[in-house]
């Protein structure tokens, strides 16, 4: 027992001293003292006399960027160990679905048709976008086939994704003005500048339900790394299960790209570095991963705020930037392993 709770308590700790960097990082710095202060006056009742500035910076702009880019990164990464393991394909990442994609086209009908404002249309428009999405791939897939097969599934997420990329690409080129293309774009590459309080009240939650029902189905997800038959001849009813996770997955990203735009190699880069480091028991490999992602995250969105001074970079570009040359490494030392 102890054994057990040693390392989930050292990942609580290493969690919150990243939201804690998270929080004080930035143009502006702010003592972790004045964070302390600040969760004890908003939690707690306290009266700790502050600067309505810096209490603003912690309260309603940091620290929920740092909860929405845990929960994110967390979200982003269990999605990725799903489908790498189901489809049994390496290079899978959450955005193989087509979700993305679509995500993007259903905000971008939002911003250009002008129905409602602020972030929250966006969201939802970003969200019917992804689940239209996600059902004409299953739909795709089902046609061509199979409804469970790994192939079929890849390749309908692959013609889901171009026909998506390209109604948005129309739209865009279309219909936006210059400015509007603009915003567009830098929501498309990853935006945590809007997150507040209801975005963490979606995230967390949605973030932690899906890796309890990946944990859940662990040792299904160990039995799948042989193979759908190797699973079947155990016991497990294959196509329920696949069923059940993709679309865990599905949700999971969906909701995470409605709110913060499409954010890339999260869930394709942190996947296979636990892996190197854990190996493929999906019962340390999970919670792992789902950690991985939500520090690798948090610190994308610290280097998004300090790398260029007033300005603040879509955080989808530093992760991009980082993981790229990651994943390089990462298939060389596999190679190599070999």
């Known amino acids: 027992m102890r054994t057990r709770l040693i ?10 001293l990243a939201v804690l960097a998270g929080v004080t990082i930035g143009e502006t710095p702010i003592e972790p003292s004045v964070v302390v202060q600040v969760l004890a006056n908003k939690l707690w009742g306290a009266a700790y006399v502050l600067d309505p500035i810096d209490e603003g910076i912690v309260w309603n702009y940091r620290l929920t960027r740092a909860l929405v880019a845990a929960a994110c990164g967390a979200g982003l990464a269990t999605c990725g160990v799903i489908l790498q393991s189901l489809l049994r394909n390496p290079l899978a990442d959450p955005y193989l679905l087509g ?25 939802a428009g970003a969200f019917v976008g992804a689940v239209a999405a996600f059902a004409l791939v299953i739909l795709l897939a089902r046609v061509s086939g199979s ?6 599934i890849i390749l309908a997420g692959i013609a889901g994704s171009q026909m998506f990329n390209a109604i948005t690409a129309f739209l865009i080129t279309k219909s936006a003005s210059s400015e509007q ?3 567009i774009m830098f929501w498309l590459l990853g935006n945590l500048s809007g997150v507040r309080w209801p975005s963490v009240g979606l995230a967390v939650p949605i973030a932690l339900l899906g890796l309890g029902v990946c944990l859940w189905h662990r040792r299904a997800l160990d ?7 190797s699973a079947a001849s155990l016991g497990i009813a294959v196509r329920r ?3 059940l996770l993709i679309s865990c997955a599905a949700l999971v990203t969906a909701v995470m790209v409605s709110i913060v735009g499409s954010i890339g190699f999260v869930g394709l880069v942190i996947p296979h570095a636990v892996r190197l480091l854990l190996g493929t028991g999906h019962a340390r490999l999970l919670p792992a991963s789902a950690l991985g992602g939500a520090l690798f995250l948090i610190g994308a969105d610290i280097l998004s705020r300090t790398l260029i ?10 992760t ?6 990651v994943f390089a490494v990462i298939l060389i030392s596999r190679r190599n392993a070999r």
């Open 7 to 16: 390392p989930l308590l050292l990942a609580i700790v290493t969690l919150l």
């Open 99 to 123: 979700i993305s994609a679509g995500a993007s086209t259903g905000a971008v009908l939002i911003a250009l048709l002008g129905l409602g404002a602020g972030a929250i249309s966006l969201s």
């Open 147 to 152: 409804d469970s097969g790994a192939g079929h």
């Open 181 to 183: 293309a603009r915003g």
């Open 223 to 229: 039995a799948f790394t042989f193979g759908a038959d």
């Open 241 to 243: 299960v696949q069923f």
């Open 309 to 318: 001074k007033g300005q603040v970079i879509p955080v989808g570009v530093v």
């Open 320 to 325: 991009a930037l980082v993981g790229a040359p």
